[in-house]
């Protein structure tokens, strides 16, 4: 078989593998910020420093009942967390996390760090990214109670609103950039100014990653943003009905849309895998650091900022963000216009 198609089954496979394992790692990481701004020790006693617990968790599952509501369409019942997952795997794969390597001479020719390569990578993770949501509302309508079905119509709500400014604060990138393709909005953010500075695309776009960053949490539904769960409105929102691994699936879909989140907030401002002190080699270094910085940020905002009313949600969303995100936009177009970046 040719090495090189061998090199890429082993990237989607090391892909797969990470973001299974990155959804346990975010539960151990999620118990133990919590612990730490509640003072309080956290888990402790599965493993060194409670390492195991997300194992215990998963056993957990496994061997709870699997229930349905009696009343519950079964077919769209369990098809709702397939999506969910399915649109979450989906959407990481046009996200590239590394320079383009031989793996030290044992290819003929250079392969992209990444599942795919695609010229239209931000399009790809605006579209596929934008599918979970039809994997929430199923589960809320297909439970057939009106607790999932209220967090069910919340989600879809809350998409349509934040949606639209986060795929504006993408197409300012992109302005800047020239490209749909996330390797080559990462490339045009090589280098430094005045030889220190590095040529991110947050020092030219604050408000557009301040604007990502708050799309960014509503679209996955995390505090102060997660109203499609409001435990203390909706029992548990749209999944309310779902136990054992079908819960676990909805559990695991919005911990590796927060990995894309930062993924991609990573390669849109942060540079990427260009960084100092290490070669491009391993580059993969930086965007695992900037990575966990952002999720890091995620858990901090969640046990830190109440939840908003949800009226509140829709006024931030339609009056402030939206014409935020349109200026941002605009001011971006006049400058890369008036001074030819």
């Known amino acids: 078989m040719d090495p090189t198609v061998i090199a ?34 956290g888990p402790t006693r599965t493993g060194f ?35 969910a997952v399915a649109a979450a795997f989906v959407a990481f794969a046009a ?9 030290f001479g044992l290819l003929d020719r250079p392969i992209a760090l990444g599942v795919s390569d695609m010229n239209v990578a931000v399009l790809v993770i605006f579209g596929t990214a ?11 309508w297909a439970s057939n ?18 949606e639209l400014s986060y795929g504006m604060s993408l197409a300012s990138v992109v302005l800047l950039a020239g490209t749909l393709s996330l390797r080559g909005i990462v490339d045009a953010q090589a ?28 679209e996955t539904n995390r505090a102060p943003f997660d109203f499609p769960e409001a435990e203390q409105e909706l029992v548990a929102g749209y ?49 695992l650091a900037k990575g966990l910085f952002l999720l890091f940020t995620y858990v901090w905002i969640r046990w830190t900022l109440p939840r908003y009313r949800y009226d509140q949600l829709m006024q931030f969303g339609w009056k402030f963000l939206l014409p935020a995100a349109t200026l941002n936009l605009l001011v971006t177009a006049a400058g890369v216009i008036y001074f030819g970046y």
């Open 145 to 162: 109670s009106k607790y999932s079905l209220l967090g069910a119509l919340r989600s879809s709500a809350q998409m349509i609103s934040y």
């Open 8 to 41: 890429h089954i082993g990237i989607i496979l090391v892909v797969f593998v990470s973001l299974l394992l990155s959804a346990a790692a975010m539960v151990w990481i999620e118990r133990k910020v919590a612990a730490v701004i509640q003072q309080r020790f």
């Open 49 to 83: 420093a409670g390492l195991l617990q997300p194992i215990a968790d998963v056993v957990k599952l496994f061997f709870k009942e699997e229930l349905r509501p009696r009343a519950a369409d079964p077919f769209l019942f369990n098809l709702a967390p397939v999506i």
């Open 130 to 140: 934008s599918l979970g949501v039809y994997g929430i509302v199923l589960a809320g």
């Open 191 to 218: 280098g430094t100014w005045l030889g220190f500075i590095p040529k991110w695309f947050l020092f030219l776009q604050p408000f557009g990653f301040a604007i990502y960053a708050i799309s960014g949490i509503a």
């Open 239 to 287: 999944h309310t009905e779902y136990s054992s691994m079908r819960f676990g699936m909805f559990f695991m879909a919005e911990y590796i849309n927060m990995v894309t989140v930062s993924a991609v907030a990573t390669n849109l401002f942060l540079g990427g895998w260009h960084g100092p002190f290490l070669p491009e080699w391993l580059g993969g270094g930086w965007v």
């Open 95 to 103: 996200v590239p996390f590394g320079a383009e390597t031989t793996f």
